[in-house]
């Protein structure tokens, strides 16, 4: 199903003749980090980062400009506390990101306030977002359940695209080519056209056979701000974006020995790739109307509407029988997720030393699945077209004060009550305190209950012979609590942070195989997911930003992290695929101000990645640790023109993202790998106006 949106290809075509110059943006080697940071999503009010309780995270465009990575989630990957996790480094890899060692599914993502997680999925995939709109990143850690609701255990990822700039205009338009017949083309422009209304549109092309066999993938995306700016009395935006993204899916790579396999003459499988016919697609747009403004000066408002409709496609065919169906057959299935969403917030100034948030919200979740069996030579049959549409909904209120005990101390407690259509409702808290002893000095502590609903995939997967979803599911629950201390020396050339972590789910919700449900085979039940295990989490992220000094910068962080699961009547032990350890180092190099050089390495401990039996506390399989290096090499080479050179994974070092599961043309089920990807280069030029 196409929905091409026609006001932002309108925008494509915009008469830029009349363009004003502005000055160019040169690389800034003073920029520091500070404790008056202005922080946004911790509180959902303008907040000094040294008066939130929580850890966070922030990224604006010139670390964006710098970083040696091309996608989103590299650029956060390895961060203090930040792990990403991919089905490989193929062209079209899923991408998600885990906070603190919780599972994806406790990260919430939003873009200007509306989330990018899938509803049937849970977990939002970060492969599609392009760069070149976004103004800012708010990663903050631990709980946002109180403020954001479901899905924010581990953490909320707030990405802030760019707004135009009054008296000035912004061009940017690039053009790369690079390893696997990589191309990349892009643009961005943003102008106020009168006094008060402006735009901001962004718009890029993506291309990749990838580095396996049906690793390729295409991908278009567009984006579009508007606004009205009448400066702090009043403000009304409108964001829109769609992203249309389709790639192969091979799996993992089969074991070693592995021949080539043909069934009726289509190549199922290779060395290289376990599958070469799957395919996937995403066909995904959000758009979101802001109105925000000062009704007082001891009152600000914030309202939002939001609407997102996302359309996931896949294309499956199995190489041998498996239950009902022959070799070849398979099926085609679309997911498609609507999300209605209503939220609006009160900042109250009740007294100089105190602030109250009073907020309310709603979201409507609307669910459909349909899918069409393939027979043995990978056609349609009709008749066997099964569809399923589901809905529910959420309604929540909350309310959080703020209140300065002294002109050191900082107390936040905030109460969230959320209704759910299915699970009826729920009750969260949260407390924080912030210590400024010294001007540089910031002690936070933070303890927050939070909560994640089941996905719709599993309340209402289909009875399809094999799996079935589970209507009467509950919560998982827990508590998060986490103690920061950020230190800046120096000037603020030197800036320090450590963190201590812990955090605790019950009633997690686990797939496994369920007696209750046999399948059609003897011995073999239905996988569906039930509230059984629990999990829980401890460790330490230290972090540091050295310099500007000497036309240079060092960035460190470190993450010790002990995570444990445990299923139900089984010992507990070390969670699958999740590192011990994880560091990331980067250095930058301005030189002249005309160039700009960027190191960085990062390491990965080994991880366990499957336990032969559910009372095994060692694992069967370990994914080995492993070290990358990336460097991106940037020089200006006229007034408004720039060359670009990139390589990623520079040793060619070979690691594994995760493990999965292989089987071969007689039905024999074997482990094996998802590689990562190899050295990679990519060069490119762009214009800046």
């Not at 100034?349 to 948030?357: S, V, Y």
């Not at 508590?479 to 997690?508: M, N």
Request: net charge negative; with cysteine; glycine share 10%.
């Amino acid at each position: 199903m196409k929905r091409y949106p026609y006001f932002l290809v309108f925008f494509l075509f915009l008469n830029l003749s009349g363009i004003m110059r502005a000055d160019d943006p040169l690389p800034n080697p003073n920029q520091v980090t500070t404790l008056e940071e202005i922080v946004v999503t911790a509180t959902k009010t303008k907040e000094k980062r040294k008066n939130i309780p929580s850890n966070v995270i922030i990224k604006d465009e010139q670390d964006i400009q710098e970083s040696t990575t091309q996608g989103f989630g590299e650029l956060l990957a390895n961060e203090p506390g930040l792990d990403l996790r991919t089905y490989g480094d193929y062209g079209g890899a899923a991408e998600a990101l885990r906070i603190r060692g919780m599972s994806d599914h406790g990260t919430q993502v939003l873009v200007n306030g509306v989330s990018l997680n899938s509803p049937s999925l849970g977990q939002a995939d970060l492969g599609g977002i392009p760069l070149n709109n976004i103004e800012r990143i708010e990663v903050v850690k631990g709980s946002g359940s109180l403020l954001y609701g479901s899905g924010a255990m581990g953490g909320t990822v707030h990405i802030i695209t760019k707004d135009p700039k009054k008296n000035q205009t912004d061009l940017n338009v690039a053009a790369g080519y690079g390893s696997n017949q990589s191309s990349q083309l892009s643009l961005a422009q943003g102008m106020f056209t009168s006094e008060h209304f402006g735009y901001y549109l962004t718009a890029n092309r993506k291309e990749t056979v990838g580095f396996r066999a049906n690793g390729d993938l295409t991908q278009t995306d567009l984006s579009l701000k508007l606004l009205w700016d009448q400066g702090e009395p009043f403000k009304i935006g409108f964001y829109g974006d769609y992203l249309n993204r389709a790639s192969g899916v091979p799996g993992p790579k089969p074991p070693a020995g592995t021949p080539d396999f043909y069934l009726a003459g289509t190549h199922f499988y290779s060395p290289e790739s376990a599958s070469l016919v799957n395919r996937g697609q995403d066909e995904n747009s959000h758009t979101l109307l802001n109105i925000q403004g000062r009704a007082a000066a001891w009152i600000s408002y914030h309202l939002q509407i939001g609407y997102s409709d996302t359309e996931n496609y896949f294309y499956n065919r199995n190489v041998v029988a498996l239950g009902l169906k022959s070799a070849g057959e398979g099926e085609k299935t679309w997911v498609r997720n609507q999300v209605n969403e209503y939220e609006g917030h009160v900042d109250l100034k009740l007294l100089p030393q105190a602030d109250l948030l009073l907020g309310a919200e709603y979201k409507g979740f609307g669910y459909e699945r349909e899918v069409i069996d393939l027979d043995a030579q990978g056609a349609d049959n009709p008749n066997s077209r099964t569809t399923s549409n589901e809905h529910v909904f959420t309604k929540a209120v909350l309310a959080e004060a703020q209140y300065r005990l002294s002109e050191s101390i900082k107390a936040l407690a905030g109460i969230r009550h959320e209704d759910h259509s299915k699970f009826g409702g729920i009750d969260l808290y949260s407390f924080g305190l912030t210590l400024n002893p010294w001007k540089n000095t910031a002690l936070k502590f933070n303890r927050a209950k939070h909560f994640r609903a089941p996905t719709l995939n599993d309340l209402y997967w289909p009875d399809d012979g094999w799996t079935r979803g589970n209507p009467e599911l509950s919560p998982e629950t827990g508590w998060h609590t986490d103690l920061t201390l950020e230190q800046s020396f120096l000037t603020d050339k030197l800036f320090l942070t450590a963190s201590y972590f812990y955090w605790d789910v019950k009633d997690k919700i686990s797939w496994a195989e369920n007696p209750d449900y046999p399948t059609s085979i003897p011995g073999i039940n239905k996988w569906t997911p039930s509230n059984v295990d629990s999990a829980e989490g401890a460790g330490w992220e230290l972090g540091a930003k050295i310099g500007p000094f000497y036309h240079m910068q060092f960035d460190l962080s470190y993450s010790r992290m002990d995570i444990q699961e445990q299923k139900k009547d089984c010992p507990q032990r070390q969670a699958v695929e999740t590192a011990e350890h994880l560091f990331k180092g980067s250095l930058i190099y301005w030189y002249k101000q005309d160039a700009t050089i960027s190191v960085t390495g990062r390491y990965v401990g080994d991880r366990p990645a499957n336990y032969q039996t559910d009372q095994d506390i060692v694992p069967q399989y370990v994914l080995d640790s492993y070290w990358t290096l990336d460097l991106k090499w940037d020089q200006r080479i006229a007034k408004h023109w720039s060359l670009f050179a990139q390589a990623n994974n520079l040793f060619n070092k070979e690691y594994t993202t995760r493990l999965g599961n292989f089987v071969d043309s007689n039905g024999i089920y074997s482990k094996a790998d998802y590689p990562g990807a190899g050295r990679s280069l990519f060069f490119g030029i762009s214009y800046e106006y």
